[in-house]
């Protein structure tokens, strides 16, 4: 609470527009870019004031008088909780169509972003930032050198082979930041939804929750995730190394440092690649290989493409200079400065064009057409505590461990993880 208020106590009175987001580093340098192109167009000529709070950025809500105006949740299961709370404004509906009334996002955003109250179903975000959840970024020189095939094509019956010829030859085959759960539940959902799409919406959607029928779905999945993350020298320092690593350090531990192979991380790790290499582009191009996550379906060419997005959301108390602003930031030429110069943004507006950068365009437009939503988000949070964040980071830390009994411990994890994903399912439809 204490943390949610500090940065805003400059009062409610105050003309300047106050937005929250989760962003920091390259991120909140280039959106603060964006926010500047607003002003030196003079499209908008309200000052602005930027607030970070991480994964935490939900807590604002609890700030009273002195909640932002504008919010950017990266958890989409907490709208529809603060929506009905009358936490949030509804937004103009014209927002989510063009000049012709055609919808400027892909269909699957619009049952995300629209609540049902005692208002009527209202518009109550806005997608600005979309991500795609289903990327591998590996060592493309190292992989070269090895006779490797990118991840992206590794077949079911390849994985144990392949990770143990990285470590034969002296790296280790994977990254991990898993201090930020959502890397873990991230990583979770691409096994879960390349295994069994059926089994990935069943968890997702509360109402169509199969206990009988799923089980056995999950717990496959979760012993492919115990044989990927079980395998031995997996991990530069091991479990225990990766459990106190965030997000940007795996990316490092791949580009910076080179004890890693390759990392599962989404399109937002680009500009943290890039920051290895300090502005060599020859060398970048050299060194980096990005590919979508494989099918663990034998005879399935294309794998999991999971979507995730940044929300734009106005507060109950926003001022109208809010809602403008959101307006001009829905705009498909808003983010071309974030775009072009830092990378690792997908617009989800459909006009906007480039829609990412050129690092990723050899994976075509399927990096945007995402197949199925988040499944942490789609489960829902309350303020920045995901629950499937949280049975993931214990089932890793139950694979830790000395290799002598790795193959009953695996068993106990999943069996535990089983169990906590079942009680989640039971909770969340009373």
Known sequence: MAAACTPFVSGPNSDTVKLAVPWGGAELRAFEHVLADLRDSHQFSHSTQVFTLGDDVGTVFSAGRYTPDIVVLPQLGQITRLAQDGRLRALDESLWGDDRKAPRYAHGWWELVHVETV??????????KASCKSLVWFDLAKFRRLGLPPPGSWAPWQWPVLLDRLARSGTHPLALGAADGWMLADFFANVLLAQSPDAYESVATPNDWRPGQRRAEITRALETLAGIWGFPNAFPGSIGRALTQQFPDAVREVFAEGDAAMVVAPDFAEPIVRSCFRGDDVAMKQAVGVSLFPSILPGFRDGPVIGGGDIMVLTRSAKDAAAELIRLLSLPDAPDSWIGKEGGFIAPDLRTRPAYSAMLEPLGPRVRSWTEFDLADRIGSRGG???L????????MDLDGTPADSSQRAAAAVRTAVDAVYELERTRQG
Do not use: A, E, K, V
């Open 119 to 128: 208002s009527g179903n209202r518009l109550y975000g806005l997608p600005f």
């Open 385 to 387: 505590d995901n629950p």
């Open 389 to 396: 964040w949280g049975i993931i980071t214990q089932f890793l």
